[in-house]
């Protein structure tokens, strides 16, 4: 399908790839990995066309269609779903002859022309436009307004219906999900993975790849291997790969112990509890996870915030919206140290507003938000990519925060968001959106905040850049606010789950894989609406109403288990500071032996504590499967 021989590829005085050779067949679903700059999209550049070889060859077979996401779209007038529908190049074309036969009153032409329009489908095109507009977000009242009437990313979404529209045999789509909600991203993905053709896809998204990818491309130092798999068995693939590697290696250890403390405590008894099972699992991934990344060149932790204020934050009975207008009713909501709340909820549906309320923008219309006295915010959100002061350098804006900070001291906080060298001192006006967004993170981290509001904090980072990221954010101790389409960052770093929807904002029962379980059904739900009778939706409603109510009662046995989660942990790093401090030698001294005794038997009680918790953790998280299985039986 797509050839790449001995390719060498430039792009002005840089050379990004040297030698290639590759074959990708047909029909196959490739991620395009590698660290931002390493010619992703300018590999793309040159499949369409627009970039020339500087060596070398790329070859695809005669008359292959190919479909990609264009960056711009005229402010026009003309209706979105038309829009959308010139992405079928072949229906415009025969629209266009059929009128041209027309005016010329050829009936043999006709009569051929509206043959073509049957065989490839013409009659449903409006209905298949409107189904991907649905998807991706648009309301029905939607689809016939003016183009120039949607901001820059809704016009994206047009963008990407206009390509997914096209009958292609090759689509290269380019951080498809940047401008999309998670429901959007979920869609996206049911409709990918049923895709004929060939697909290419630059992601940085890890659950959006290990979902659709049958292969990965991976550009680094020139070079593209391809490995067969989706993303984690590429991860486990080049761990191993760079496990040979001594620096790389040492780096490896370092991270594993870090995230080994995480499976300790209940890997002895997992195998008592099917939830127990299942957490194991998941904090084993973040194993298999860190060697892939062991040559990234980021490095940075949140420092222990300086105050820790109980509660941090308070709404009380409040309403928001702008000029009046109301955009979530009355609601109320609390926020303590330690909290690590993901906002779930449609584009549209308030998660942005929520946000700014909290960070303490005026828009109360009506209640209280009561903040505590040494409240330290950090809000990162996309405008204030475009509020950095363009002509100061990424050192500049530190030592603005901290003068008294040397500056070696601010260079070295600086490498661990992989600004090095001259790029620590150069401005910030050519950096890209990637780019911008570390620094953005960079000085929020620097601040030391209390509490984190992140909207959307992954957008424009690499994978390397989302999973410092998210290590930071495991071992952050403060609260945190997420809204986030990354899913994967969400189940990580977050421990409840707040939903947006209808104006309403409350917790929701369940965890992120439940969301997506929900917003599959819905689509299932909306896309067969149409052809089902009242009554049966009558049913389906009954059926959602009552699982809602199944998770409502089993939400008191999550919190128990979300309590003990804490106080493990919490016993856990009691347990892990005694066994260092009984391990001083100088302990053992005649001279000590009264403090000896007193810590023996705080370790005792310590050790006695962790265990009990462990068992009631187990005893639990066995109730909630069983109540689990049980709902489920009973559906």
């Not at 120039?148 to 390509?163: D, H, I, K, P, Y």
């Not at 991976?218 to 620096?247: C, D, M, P, W």
């Not at 389409?485 to 707040?498: G, K, P, Y």
Request: aromatic residues 6%; glycine residues 8%; hydrophobic residues 40%.
């Amino acid at each position: 399908m797509l050839n790449f021989s001995d390719l060498s590829l430039r792009r002005g005085t840089r050379q990004l790839l040297q030698g290639v050779s590759l074959t990708i067949h047909a029909r196959q679903r490739v991620g395009v990995t590698g660290a931002n700059g390493t010619g992703k999209s300018s590999l793309f550049a040159l499949i369409r066309g627009e970039l020339a070889a500087e060596g070398g060859s790329c070859s695809l077979p005669p008359h292959t269609v190919i479909a990609h996401v264009a960056q711009e779209t005229p402010a026009v007038d003309q209706a979105a779903l038309d829009y959308v529908l010139d992405g079928d190049r072949e229906l415009r074309d025969i629209q266009r002859q059929i009128a041209a036969a027309e005016h010329q009153h050829d009936g043999n032409a006709l009569a051929g022309l509206y043959e073509r329009f049957e065989v490839i489908g013409a009659y449903t095109a409006s209905s298949r436009a409107a189904q991907l507009m649905h998807g991706l977000g648009f309301a029905a009242e939607q689809q016939n307004r003016p183009v120039r009437a949607f901001s820059g990313g809704w016009r994206m979404r047009l963008n990407l219906a206009q390509a997914l529209m096209c009958r292609s045999d090759l689509l290269l789509l380019d951080e498809p999900t940047n401008h999309l909600d998670l429901e959007a991203v979920i869609w996206l993905e049911e409709w990918l993975r049923s895709y004929p053709g060939t697909l290419l896809l630059i992601s940085h998204d890890r659950d959006f790849l290990d979902r659709i990818v049958t292969h990965v491309a991976h550009i680094e130092q020139g070079k593209v291997t391809l490995y067969t798999g989706n993303y984690s068995a590429f991860e486990v693939a080049r761990a191993q790969a760079l496990a040979g590697q001594q620096s790389a290696y040492e780096k490896q250890q370092r991270e594993m112990v870090h995230m080994q403390s995480f499976v300790e405590r209940f890997r002895a008894k997992a195998s008592k509890a099917r939830q127990a099972q299942s957490r194991l699992k998941a904090l084993e991934r973040l194993t298999v996870i860190g060697p892939a990344h062991v040559d990234s060149p980021f490095n940075f932790s949140f420092r222990p915030p300086r105050l820790m204020p109980n509660p941090l934050l308070q709404l009380r009975e409040v309403r928001a919206g702008y000029a009046g207008r109301e955009v979530l009713k009355t609601f109320s909501m609390t926020i303590a140290p330690g909290d690590r709340i993901g906002l779930l909820g449609h584009n549209g549906a308030g998660k942005s507003t929520l946000i700014k309320l909290l960070s303490g923008e005026p828009l109360l219309l009506s209640g209280e938000r009561h903040e505590a006295k040494g409240l330290h915010l950090g809000y990162f959100a996309q405008h204030q990519l475009e509020q950095l002061d363009e002509q100061a350098s990424p050192l500049l804006h530190l030592q603005r925060l901290d003068p008294k900070a040397t500056e070696q001291q601010l260079r070295d906080f600086l490498g661990g968001f992989a600004f090095i060298g001259d790029q620590a001192t150069a401005a910030v006006k050519p950096l890209s959106g990637g780019e911008r967004a570390r620094l953005v993170l960079a000085l929020l981290v620097y601040q030391r905040p209390n509490l984190l509001l992140l909207d959307e904090p992954t957008n424009h980072l690499d994978l390397d850049m989302r999973h410092a990221l998210s290590m930071a954010l495991q071992d952050y101790q403060g609260a945190m606010v997420i809204v986030s389409h990354d899913r994967h960052l969400l189940r990580t770093v977050t421990d409840t789950l707040w939903l947006v929807a209808n104006q309403q904002v409350a917790p929701f029962a369940g965890d992120i894989d439940d969301y997506m379980s929900q917003v599959r059904q819905q689509g299932k739900d909306s896309n067969t609406q149409a052809a089902s009778a009242d009554e049966s939706g009558s049913s389906k409603r009954l059926q959602r109403q009552q699982a809602a109510e199944r998770r409502r009662q089993l939400q008191p046995l999550r919190d128990q288990i979300k309590a003990l989660d804490k106080k493990i942990e919490g016993l856990s790093h009691d347990k892990q500071r005694l066994e260092l401090t009984l391990g001083d030698i100088a302990l053992y001294e005649p001279a000590s032996k009264e403090r000896l005794k007193q810590l023996l038997a705080e370790q005792q009680q310590v050790v006695a504590s962790l265990q009990q918790a462990e068992e009631q953790w187990l005893d639990l998280s066995e109730q909630l499967q069983q109540l689990t299985d049980t709902t489920e039986a009973g559906e």
